[in-house]
């Protein structure tokens, strides 16, 4: 487990995000002497999902949270492309709608979560009710500050339910991130991804720092983990992402069904099938 022990944060912890370097790549000198190893990732990926599925006992929940352009699409393209879509789903959470919001904070979430033998990703979470909406003041104080215990208290009843969860906050550097939104200006392909709401969103980097920094002290727990991953390299990021998804569901200890049938029936079946 050393990618998972490497980045998870300890539960109880107090993240000061200044502390961890994202710009951080181990000892890979670059993107193309990790290729090899990226690949291999990819497959064990499949191949521990496809197990996973078969398996069916649990589900697993894979939380991205990061500031804009830390590359929480990116991940997914990256995590979820190895794996077979058929035991995938991907829920992407924005402002709430009209619906979402006349319910409690959670309702939305609690009906995305992956089904037994699902993995299943969020772009965005239940975390964003005490980020957005702490930075922006959407609700009382007295409100987002009781959903740290509530997030916990719902965490630990999915896990309670069989369900993994694996959260990570995807870390990216402000000069990292204008520099992203450099490449979004300059390039057509990027361009529609462009917000106005993201140059100003930038302008809140410090509360959103500490919004993160009490989200990932009071919300990583021994059942349900906060990673934080140095994301200033896209290449890293979904490495690391990657390998603690492998080391983690490698630990699991899944098998296979037994198969439902008689196989040696099957087999003469078989063989009287061929020989008519
Ligand atoms: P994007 O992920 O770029 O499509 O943007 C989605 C937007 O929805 C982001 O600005 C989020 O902060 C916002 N959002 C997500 N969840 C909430 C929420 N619970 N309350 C308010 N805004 C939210
Ligand atoms: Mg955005």
């Known amino acids: 487990m050393k990618y998972v022990n490497r980045f998870r944060v300890a539960p109880g912890s107090a993240v000061k995000l ?63 492309g190895a794996m077979n879509p058929q035991g995938c789903r991907v829920a992407g959470f924005k ?21 037994k033998g699902e993995i299943g990703i969020f772009n965005r979470s239940h975390y964003e009710d005490v980020l957005v909406v702490r930075v922006h003041d959407l609700v009382p104080r007295a409100v987002w500050s009781q959903r740290y215990d509530q997030i916990n208290g719902f965490e630990k009843e999915l896990v309670e339910s069989d369900t993994h969860i694996l959260k990570f906050y995807l870390h990216v550097s402000k000069q990292e991130q204008l520099r992203r939104f450099k490449d979004r200006l300059d390039d057509p392909a990027k361009q529609w991804k462009i917000s106005e709401a993201d140059y100003k969103e930038r302008t809140f980097w410090a509360e959103y720092e500490a919004a993160y920094e009490e989200a990932l002290s009071r919300c990583s727990t021994e059942s349900a983990p906060w990673f934080v991953i140095p994301a200033n390299h896209k290449w890293f990021r979904n490495l690391a992402v990657a390998r603690i998804v492998v080391e983690y569901l490698e630990a699991l200890k899944m098998k296979r069904p037994e198969p ?16 008519a």
């Open 95 to 115: 402002q709430p709608s009209a619906e979402e919001a006349a319910h409690d904070f959670l309702w939305r979430i609690h009906r995305a979560t992956p089904a």
């Open 18 to 80: 200044k502390n961890f370097d994202p710009g951080f790549k181990g000892h890979h000198k670059s993107h193309t002497e990790a290729t090899e190893e990226i690949e291999q990732d990819r497959t064990k990926l499949r191949d521990l999902q496809e197990l996973f599925y078969a398996d069916g006992r649990g589900s697993l929940l894979i939380c991205l949270q990061g500031m804009d352009t830390a590359g929480k699409d990116g991940t997914i393209g990256h995590v979820l």
């Open 260 to 275: 439902k049938v008689d196989l040696e029936y099957i087999r003469r079946e078989y063989h009287a099938a061929k020989e």
